[in-house]
């Protein structure tokens, strides 16, 4: 084990996943000398070259659509878009194509393009740098969707998502690149848990928080000061937001009967909108109240001195879980 | 001098091209083309005339099954002929191909079968043949987009140091596309060995390609740093000929090159288009009298290498290559329900896995309800 | 009133909104002498002439950024995309720009756009032409998303778009066009239901079916047909996905307890799963059972011959009402 | 000849540009932009440096905010001041400008206040004036967007029948994407009057321009019919010439025209990079010598009309605005929280409503919890 920060596990999974097979290359932004916006490329054009570490020119329906090319000739290209708000002009090649081509062959063709985004807010950044965009890539079928809370799964299940056939969009949480953690570099993956199984991260028995990404920490928070409440708060660090291992959650519901769901993207139509739906689903008898969500307004992301008012915190949360709780909270009293 | 002025004025001049035969089936010379077809004899030129028979004989049989209501849709490449089988004919069988839903000329080069023309249009499957088996992608139905996996696929063959080459085709409404302008851009950047083909065949459905251009499109590239040529798209011996050019180009190492192939679409964009909205049936007869195929007939004809057993042998091909794609389109059996969650993903999925159990489920409730 | 098909009624709104006011301009591919690959836009440039019946270069992104340009100068840009599967070019656009330029402007530029999408599928269309992309634009802060259902709503609704100083995403379904309807041309707009509110197609005490755009007649053949089996449904077409009317669907969850919600698009993270969370968050104690959700698959849109089996039936949503009325159906004995 | 060939080597020279005033400040005649600088005067010019160093204290003062915690982030602009100024100054008060992120120089000669400056990388609000006050759009962060909203709001002077125009600054960068090429495409088709800034100052953050385009970006433009001059950036005199080149063309109803400065940032990316992991100090050194303010000192004093009088007032206008640039951070308040949903929509909305409503009560709630 090595105690590595976030952006350096993501770091060493591109360098052994490059090592490992030659196909393996990664495409983006100033990935090169500059080692990324976060350097979490560092050093990786230096040892693998300028044809497996490339710098593109700026233009990300550029970057994706030449990965489906190198894809269909063999490559696995790992595709670094800078900032989630970047995401965007890359969309139609996402989702007419790299989603769609393995369908559309009957699966002569394959499409295993791994997408890094570094990701949400919490970093006092300008417009457009702290964006939330995982739901429009969990709606769109073809695609597996991932998103990390620690340097251990980073380098995991960064490593899974190369190694994966399928196209999978990785989710970086920015605000975690520099949080430390034990991560096992020379662990056999064979062993590994698969990216698409959730990790229960704190036990409880009252209330089930479900969560993933840079929300991670802040529910297993939410979850120490409910202790001393006497709540009792179960954590799940969904880590693959599509496909959801609802074995693992409909577990979880089924015993404490109480759920909150917490993200930053907007609540509308949100990654949580389905969790809810899908745990109300399959736990209806188990549920002893309304699942809650506690997510970023419907609004667009706000200017930095303002995102504390947007991005959920600990008290939101622990206002939610008084909420299916049925104890004193911001909604009694309000008729929706 | 530091400005830079369009060199051509804002008018397009569809006889501004390279050119080898005229339309009345003359051979003339020209400096850019002559070397790259040095050695076309007869039979090639007789082949050539073939390919571009059958190609129309299978769009013909595609617009009556059409008709007929065994296909759903079907887009016509009548007219555009040359330009399909004279360039693809330039292509090694190992190059790689990215055409779009008009270039059934091109897909018959490539070696598709008669099957392959119609079950897509006919709505059995999104594409029909295994791309890596006649090494021709899926045709492209997102105007543009095929053009950034031809250059994605040519930084491949740049890192497996093959001499190799891929190729792009997409339309003059296409080339408006920001996709397509990303393309020439990374292709340079990285002087990928890829060819693009702008099929500018005068209509975007019902847009005029003035809409999109003003000055001839095979003028953007070189902005680029990417050498182009505007070729007669209804010279199938020039389109051999560009392609040629520009394959030599990319396979030297000399990075990628765009040709402009200037043709007409003498039918409606789909069959569900009505052209008669917006364009003048003197256009259409213009055009008629360049049709590629008679012209190399004429040219045939003149080197006295045009009798009726000939033609009454490429007559009798593209009956049989008709009578297949018929055959195909009718004796085609609709894939079974749950197949729609085939080949979503490469590997296994939870999600799917539970949504294709209840589907087949519920399907087989209803068998059980009629026993 | 006037015998309309449902395409006419959008030519009408879109002829009468140009007479209106000289702002409003339309753009697209193939909107002018064509008049629209639906003919929707027929005649209209004949009519206002080319500097305002707009065919554009073939660029969605293009389309979109002028439209935005010509906003910030004080029009209405009114656009086309041809097909659903072809907005995602101008997704960047649409996302960054006419969703958050108010925003990001404090009030001071307005984007009264309307991005009118033909939609969805059962038409037998080629691949790319048949998509339910709604939920991405209900996912985004900063607009508007309505769906329309008959020539009436079509006609009105269109016209309330055009008028308003938001951006509106307004999906006509093309199976749809030809559709039939009265249709009241000269009705004061003032007087007819706003945009945001919903409509009770079909009052009902057993089952509340909420949906909208062309499952809007399939739900109303289900309530018929479940009527001759003694069950009683309450159709809502919710005519505006985003916000939704959610006075209009309580009052109705709290009268039957029963929810079956249908749409074309993938389930996951589809407009379904807000409108169950929603739900279930705000009438929690008045459900009866696990509201029920009648979806197309997480599968990318299947081709012609077998889109059947995908577009959500009569019979499948039949067999959504068995199942949140407890009565034998597909899912009787799964566990999940 | 139909074959069209890059008309320059795949080599950037940074001196093949148009200029009238070499890097020493001696004046030089240029054929292509002399008779737009007839009428620039001893006064003009001073103005024209005043203006450069407001817009480097500006800068300076913006580097330092950020250094002391007091912005968020700053985007340097030093190097860039006389392609922004130069052509900025050639505008009228009602064109309309469409800025990037790094276009102070533009907002001050648009008329931008010291608050406008700051208060955006401070994280206080996503713009700050009004954009209809100044005729210049808020700074666009999405690369290349902006382009299209200046073609778009082009269309709409053609509408409006005025002889306004519109333009877009965007960098080298930024000529890679499908925005800024459909820009071109759109405003070629429809004739629009809208002209197009690109700014390369040779770096898109790590990469060098040879990564977007091998060869002049200015000669992109001519092959989508849209005349462009490739200018020396760092050259004030050369820059306004250039503008006034332009929006003449698109005035008098010829369409758009293209602009490339060529020039350098001179600083890092944002005060977050660090250019030392990707260039070297010689080149930043090399254009240390083509400074564009220095440039025009020595023009001056060469026509004895730079003197320390001169000087000092430039100076203290300088440090007048800096402190107020300064003070307009320091004393900055943040808004209430509940502002965030302020204009989202521009009519009611009730879903926001809501949120709002609620939001404001869980915020009372701290309130009373508290009291
Ligand atoms: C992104 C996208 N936008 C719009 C369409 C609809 N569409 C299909 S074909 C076509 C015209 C294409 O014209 P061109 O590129 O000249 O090719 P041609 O049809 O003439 O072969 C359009 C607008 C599409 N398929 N994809
Ligand atoms: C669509 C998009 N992709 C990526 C970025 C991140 N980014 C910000 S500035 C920049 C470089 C821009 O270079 P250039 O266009 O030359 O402008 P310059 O910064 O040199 O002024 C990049 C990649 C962005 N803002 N928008
Ligand atoms: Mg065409
Ligand atoms: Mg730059």
């Known amino acids: 084990m090595t105690k590595l920060t976030m952006a350096k596990s993501i770091n060493e999974a591109l360098r052994r996943g490059m090592a490992d097979d030659p196909k393996v290359l990664i495409m983006g932004e100033d990935i090169g000398k500059l080692g990324g916006v976060f350097r979490v490329t560092d050093g990786l054009q230096t040892e693998f070259g300028a044809q497996r570490v490339i710098d593109t020119p700026l233009a990300e329906a550029g970057i994706m659509g030449t990965a489906v090319g190198l894809a269909f000739r063999g490559y696995r290209p790992v595709v670094e878009i800078q900032f989630d708000g970047f995401v965007y002009p890359a969309f139609d090649q996402i989702v007419c194509q790299v989603a769609k081509l393995h369908y559309r062959t009957r699966g002569n063709v394959k499409m295993p393009i791994t997408i890094r985004i570094p990701w949400a807010g919490g970093v006092g950044a300008a417009e457009h740098h702290s964006e939330s965009p995982e739901a429009y890539f969990v709606h769109t079928s073809g695609l597996r969707v991932v998103a990390v809370s620690n340097p251990q799964d980073a380098y995991v299940m960064l490593r899974q998502a190369i190694a994966s056939d399928d196209p999978v969009v990785y989710f970086e949480p920015k605000r975690l690149y520099h949080s430390k953690g034990e991560v096992d570099l020379d662990a056999d993956l064979a062993d590994a848990p698969p990216m698409g199984v959730a990790r229960v991260a704190r036990e409880g028995s009252d209330v089930t928080i479900l969560t993933y990404g840079a929300q991670v920490p802040v529910a297993m928070d939410a979850a120490t000061a409910a202790e001393d409440d006497g709540v009792s708060i179960e954590v799940i660090d969904l880590r693959s937001i599509s496909p959801v291992d609802y074995r693992t959650v409909t577990a979880s519901v089924r015993k404490t009967g109480r759920v909150v769901v917490t993200h930053e993207a907007a609540r509308e139509a949100g990654v949580g909108a389905e969790l809810i739906a899908s745990v109300t689903e399959r736990c209806f008898n188990h549920l002893e109240a309304a699942p809650a969500r506690v997510t970023g307004h419907d609004i667009p992301y706000p200017p930095a001195k303002l995102e504390k008012h947007h991005v959920p915190d600990l008290d939101r949360i622990l206002d939610a879980v008084d909420r299916v709780l049925d104890r004193p909270n911001s909604m009694s009293g309000v008729s929706l | 001098m530091h400005t830079f002025t369009a060199t051509t004025e804002p ?154 080459v891929a190729a792009a085709y997409f339309g003059d409404g296409a080339s408006s596309q920001g996709d397509v302008n990303e393309a020439m851009v990374f292709a340079s950047s990285f002087r990928a060995p890829v060819i693009f083909v702008c099929t500018n065949n005068q209509w975007a459905i ?148 539970e949504q294709r159990a209840w589907y087949g489920s519920y399907l087989d409730g209803f068998d059980t309800e009629a026993a």
């Open chain 2, 11 to 164: 008018q397009i001049d569809i006889d501004d091209v390279a050119r080898l035969v005229t339309p009345d089936g003359e051979r003339i010379a020209d400096p850019d083309l002559e070397r790259w077809i040095a050695d076309v004899d007869t039979a090639m030129l007789q082949s050539l005339y073939r390919d571009m028979v059958l190609v129309r004989r299978v769009d013909t049989e595609g617009v009556a099954l059409q008709r007929q209501g065994q296909l759903g849709l079907w887009a016509p490449c009548q007219g555009q002929e040359a330009t399909q089988v004279g360039t693809a004919r330039g292509f090694r069988a190992d190059d790689f191909v990215f055409p779009s839903y008009r270039e059934i000329g091109v897909q018959h080069v490539r070696g598709a079968k008669p099957e392959d023309f119609v079950l897509a249009w006919r709505g059995e499957s999104h594409s029909t043949y295994n791309p890596y088996d006649i090494n021709t992608a899926s045709p492209q139905i997102i105007i543009g987009a095929q053009s950034l996996h031809a250059v994605g696929y040519a930084m491949g063959i740049q890192r497996d140091g093959t001499d190799q």
């Open chain 2, 206 to 353: 019902s847009e005029p390609v003035t809409v999109q251009a003003k000055f001839p499109i095979a003028g953007r590239a070189p902005g680029f740093g990417i050498p182009s040529m505007r070729v007669d798209g209804n010279d199938v011996l020039a389109c051999l000929a560009a392609m040629r050019w520009a394959a030599d180009i990319a396979r030297r190492g000399g990075g990628p090159a765009f040709i402009e192939a200037v043709t007409y679409r003498m039918g409606p964009h789909t069959t569900s288009d009505d052209p008669t909205r917006y364009r003048d049936k003197e256009e259409v007869e213009r055009w008629r009298h360049r049709d590629p195929i008679a012209r190399v007939e004429a040219l045939l004809r003149k080197m006295d290498a045009f009798d009726d057993a000939f033609a009454a042998q490429v007559g009798a091909d593209a009956d049989a290559l008709g009578a297949e794609v018929r055959a195909a389109a009718l004796g085609a059996v609709t894939r079974p329900a749950i197949e729609v969650f085939d080949d979503v993903y490469a590997e296994p999925h939870t999600g799917l896995t």
